[in-house]
């Protein structure tokens, strides 16, 4: 309630003088008429009967001559904004807070989300290549400028490169990374870069003495002398994967100790990649050259006879399978196999190719289909971890013998393998039934053996039961089935080996209709 007694102004003064903030009163004509305790620490240069509008505090001034309600500035190491406010007889107040360690901790949460996003896009560029060139090109780029003017990553190529260090570099302004060799004797100019290169994780420091001539093969012309240098090493998994080289001009202000550990954190991460892509990379290289030495091969010529094979890996990601097919010219025509290892993928490659090198060595000694199924029988059986693997093949082995009306004597034995089918001229299929038991299951397997004449025009078809056991169809899934191959071969009699093939591959491929499937192989023979 108000008593209306009198204010009493030494109490109002210990009020003011008691707030946080500064209070500058000013009358109607712009005159400072009351300061508090914190305005005159703040503002010493604020007492009664200063004009405002033509004070020492430019930001304050400036304001009153504007007719302004606020203002920020920095004052004597002080971060202060003031607010103005109204009063009865066009009177007027100033508020003015110090906030410099709200916009410090304001600036440090900005700066901390802006490092965590680098980071977090950093992460992902450099994740998401598995290439060495595309890892090298992420770490330059990135950088830049967030970090520094120039970025450059000096690393040793791997094997069987030349032993010289390589560099990769990107400035501000550049459309693309370049790339160049640089002598040891030029690594060894530039203070701090061998050992960097040596993997050497002492706690890198800023470098704002650095000589142009020391950097000058490695920054971009006309960089000139360069400001602040920050060298940091790329740890890879084995040891050191090169080093990173972040330059500034001289107008930026040089590195802090947040970017130091930034720029440390980044060239961590930088390394770790192009170390895991080096790693790909050789593991590409080794699995490039097993599946091409597991791969069906490209047939021979034989004289008098036409050949082509068709195959499908299981796998969408390996062309490797357990299917296989192989063709041996011996004297006479021909020695040719086609297989089926049980299971599929890399561990049915395997024993793919533990059969035909098999095969390979004992044809030397053993050319009759019967004998020499056998024989690898025997081979596939004492083959170390033979009885642990439990792993058989099914397999066709054949001899083909031109004969002189041009027509061809295939001598088969089978060994648990589907029947090849004959596709006579006239649009006839006849099955060779060979039988037997599969290759590298029991020591006393019995194996079949039959032979048939190949007349001119006719054709002999061996196949894997990824054919026939292809599941697929229009509506229900359904196997692609004996009778639906032998409609499509009666329907291509007269096509050459190559022809039938690609058909019979194009209608399995149409029943299958995306789905997965087992592997597939073909190998089609007639007289040429």
Known sequence: MHTGRPADGRLTRELLDGLAEAVVAIDPAGVVTLVNATAAELLPELVPGVGLAACAVPALAQAARDDADTFETEHHGRRLHGLRRGLAGERRVWYVRDVTEERARTDALLAERSRTAFLAQAGSRLGLSLHREQTLRAAVTLPVPYLADAAVVVHLPPPPAEDEP????????????????????????????????????????????????????????????????????????????????????????????????????????????????????????????????????????????????????????????????????????????????????????????????????????????????????????????????????????????????????????????????????????DTVRVGGMPVGALTAARFAEAEVRLAPGDLLLAYTDGVTEARGGPAEPAMFGDDRLRQALAAAAGLPPAALVDRVLQLVDEWLGGHPHDDIAMLAVAAA
């Open 166 to 429: 390589h560099w990769v570099r990107y400035a501000a302004g550049d459309s693309e990374p370049a790339t160049g060799v640089a002598g040891w004797p030029t690594v060894k100019s530039v203070p701090a870069l061998v050992e960097a290169l040596d993997g050497d994780l002492t706690e890198p420091s800023p470098w704002p003495d650095a000589e142009p001539a020391d950097l000058a093969e490695l920054l971009p012309a006309g960089f000139g002398r360069s400001g602040a240098v920050l060298i940091s090493p790329m740890p890879g998994a084995g040891g050191p994967a090169g080093a990173l080289i972040l330059a500034r001009r001289p107008g930026r202000t040089g590195f802090d100790k947040r970017e130091i550990a930034l720029a440390r954190e980044f060239a961590g991460r930088a390394g770790a990649a192009l170390a895991a892509a080096e790693l790909y990379g050789e593991q590409t290289h080794l699995a490039r050259v097993l599946q091409n030495s597991l791969l069906p091969p490209r047939l021979p010529r034989l004289p008098g006879v036409t050949l082509a094979g068709g195959y499908r890996a299981a796998g969408d990601s390996l062309r490797i399978g357990g299917d296989f097919y192989d063709l041996f010219p011996t004297p006479g025509g021909g020695l040719f196999a086609l297989g089926d290892v049980c299971g599929k993928g890399v561990g049915a490659a395997v024993l793919t190719g533990r059969v035909r090198q098999s095969l390979q060595t004992l044809r030397l000694v053993e050319q009759r289909p019967r004998e020499l199924m056998e024989l690898l029988n025997r081979a596939l059986l004492d083959a170390p971890g033979a009885a642990e693997r439990a792993q058989f093949t099914t397999i066709l082995l054949g001899t083909l013998s031109r004969e002189p009306d041009g027509g061809l004597l295939v001598r088969v034995a089978g060994g648990g393998h589907p029947a090849p089918l004959v596709v006579r001229a006239g649009g006839g299929i």
